[in-house]
């Protein structure tokens, strides 16, 4: 395998490339319609694992792919809401807390990571009608001001660009292997740093493959009603939002039989879609290092870094929170999950407050200090 190509920063100049370990006995299946299954216990979804039990793989898969966007709980019944009400304890929302998120805050340099879908934007049925709003995108410039902003997403980064369309932010797209600084002038952050030099591909050996798979899979799919695939560009979609639960499993075998060509490649699920990844080491949460470093906060105590998602990906990045034992990770989510993330908020609207709400504290103290 070649290096990656291109690195223009002041930080990690080699990146692991080697796979991940694959998984070699057979896993419990996922919880079947209890959203995510325990993070700690959940083991990698590597396409081998549907090859251990033929039928019994795709069938843990299927119960997967129905627990991936919980919105079929049981929000009425009491159990429901018990169960909600000890996982707010565990995750109270960043709202409630915002006083004490500020008080660990104090002395340090907040920055904001942020994921697109589901965090910034609705969930919608049409993922290239998945629109921020202008009041959401006109927080984010306010929040950019003070504090240095990434999006960190899925989605190709010109993709996610044109939802945005704020330049001064960072973007990590395709889940963190295509990563850019601001396009704007200097940054008021870290003079220093060569952060807006930032351009970063680790998986660029990967394009042509990555084309290759996801014109196979556009054939191979077009017979299912409502599949869609995307082409994000280090990475594919297979949504199967609009497909009916009936067509899931025989929506999986096509994917499968694309894949099991592609041993590089590996196959991890978020809301009600298929993604299909490199084997690299190299996610959400690297790119959260990465630009940590990046911005020269590498090995700092005095920056606190602030991950709002709402994905199963978003937990690589609320997992390396936790390694680093700063920062502090949010779950956007209205349905109790296993998660790494610390607090919760329930839907783009509450992230918009919060993010608001962290804009006019920083204003005050601004202003009281001037
Ligand atoms: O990391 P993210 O920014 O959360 O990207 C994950 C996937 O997001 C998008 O799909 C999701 O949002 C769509 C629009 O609301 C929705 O239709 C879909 O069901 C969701 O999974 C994006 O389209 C995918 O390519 C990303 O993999």
């Known amino acids: 395998m070649t290096q990656q190509n291109v690195v223009v920063c002041n930080t990690k100049s080699s990146v692991e490339l080697s796979v991940f370990p694959a998984v070699t006995a057979p896993q419990k299946p996922p919880v079947a319609g209890g959203g995510y299954i325990s993070i700690s216990r959940r083991p990698r979804r590597v396409l081998k694992n549907l090859e251990i039990n033929g039928d019994q793989r795709i069938n843990a898969w299927v119960e997967s792919m129905r627990a991936s966007s919980p919105t079929h709980l049981k929000s009425t019944t009491s159990s429901f809401s018990e169960e909600h009400t000890s996982w707010i304890l565990g995750h109270p ?12 805050s104090m002395e340090k340099q907040i ?3 942020l994921d697109y879908d589901g965090t910034l934007s609705p969930i919608v049925e049409d993922p290239d009608r998945a629109f921020m709003s202008n009041l959401m995108r006109k927080t984010v410039k306010k929040l950019a001001r003070y504090f240095p902003t990434a999006i960190v997403t899925g989605r190709c980064k010109e993709k996610v660009y044109n939802f945005v369309r704020l330049a001064e932010l960072y973007y990590a797209g395709s889940h ?11 940054s008021k952050y870290n003079k220093d740093s060569k952060a807006e030099a930032v351009l970063f591909q680790p998986a660029s050996e990967f394009l042509p493959m990555i084309d290759e798979v996801y014109q196979q899979l556009v054939d191979k799919t077009k017979s299912t009603p409502g599949a869609k695939v995307e082409n994000n560009k280090f990475c594919v979609s297979v949504h199967f939002r609009c497909v009916d639960e009936k067509r899931w499993s025989e929506l999986l075998h096509k994917v499968k039989s694309v894949l099991k060509e592609y041993p590089k490649l590996r196959l991890t699920q978020g809301r009600k879609v298929l993604e299909i990844r490199p084997t690299i080491k190299w996610d959400k949460g690297k790119a959260l290092e990465f630009l940590l470093e990046s911005l020269g906060f590498g090995n700092c105590n005095d920056v606190l870094p602030v991950y709002i998602g709402d994905d ?3 937990e690589d990045a609320f997992k390396k929170l936790r390694e680093r034992g700063q920062g502090l990770g949010v779950l956007v989510s209205k349905f109790p999950k296993d998660t790494s ?6 839907d783009p609207n509450e992230v918009m407050e919060f993010l608001q709400r962290l804009v006019e504290w920083k204003q005050v103290t601004m202003q009281a200090s001037s």
Do not use: H, N, W
């Open 93 to 104: 929302s960043a709202l409630d807390m915002f006083d004490e998120i500020i008080i660990r």
């Open 111 to 113: 920055v904001m990571f």
């Open 176 to 186: 963190g292997l295509d990563i850019k600084g601001p396009t704007t002038t200097t």
């Open 312 to 314: 199963r990906t978003d």
């Open 341 to 346: 993330a610390s607090y919760s908020l329930q």
